[in-house]
């Protein structure tokens, strides 16, 4: 039995010996990707800033007619938003790595 380990061994050890150790390489597409990455990341910066100014402007609006205030709320909305936006890749890398 022992003779059968030291053989299999032996074979198994010469062939993962043979493999080496591969560099690591950026994938295929990855510029692209990256890309894409950032089209998203103004787009996601430009409708939170458009958000606030809307609810800016409709805040002005409820408080000049005299009605119901909600726009607090949407101020409060876009600005958390925006905050988890813009750190997703913090949070990404504190919980992936």
């Known amino acids: 039995m022992s003779i059968i380990l030291a053989t299999a061994h032996d074979t198994y050890g010469a062939v993962l010996a043979q493999i080496g150790n591969p560099s690591p390489e950026a994938p295929p597409l990855a510029d692209k990707i990256m890309q894409l990455v950032r089209y998203l990341t103004w787009f996601v910066l430009l409708s939170g800033i458009l958000a606030i100014v809307y609810a800016g402007g409709r805040f002005a609006w409820e408080k000049w007619s005299g009605g119901g205030l909600q726009s607090p709320?949407?101020?409060?909305?876009?600005?958390i938003g925006g905050v988890v936006a813009t750190s997703a890749g913090t949070i990404m890398n504190a919980v992936v790595g």
């Open 73 to 79: 709320k949407m101020v409060a909305g876009a600005m």
